[in-house]
């Protein structure tokens, strides 16, 4: 199954939409405007939140803990080095690749759960997640949020 998240709309403090490969509307994505860290709620086409994903604070470097039906299910924490790395404990996946490029991949022992490639579409510039299993889809998508959240938060402190 393939998502698409449109690039030039992502903000924490906008509401944007995750397509699927027909042009519809699957999730709401909201981030909190005012709030202590990031905060991000994704809610599925009823209306209903499915992950609530939040910044933790008081870290030396960025973690954002995962909560899917009000239970933490991961932490995303980026890891301390030149480049992007990052590591998701709860589901012990691990990623690699490009991550500026939004090109990388999420696997779990060897085996693709999501790859995450930059796509030209007609609803504008993209990055499409190809979810291998349906029932990572939620998570996978949270995962990617968070990365292209501290993506995002890094490129605008570099900046200023």
Known sequence: ???YIQQKIFSWTDKFYVK???GENVYLVE???LSWGKRLHIFNS???????????L???IPKYELFLEGEKEAEINRKFSLKPYYTVTGPDWEITGDFWAHNYIITENGEAVVTISKKWLSWGDTYELDIKDP???ILALSVVLAIDADLQAAAQASSD
């Open 1 to 3: 199954m393939k998502l």
């Open 20 to 22: 699927n490969e027909s």
């Open 31 to 33: 981030g909190e405007l």
């Open 46 to 56: 009823e209306s209903k939140e499915v992950a609530f994903l939040k910044q933790k």
């Open 58 to 60: 008081w870290s030396w």
């Open 135 to 137: 029932k990572n889809e």
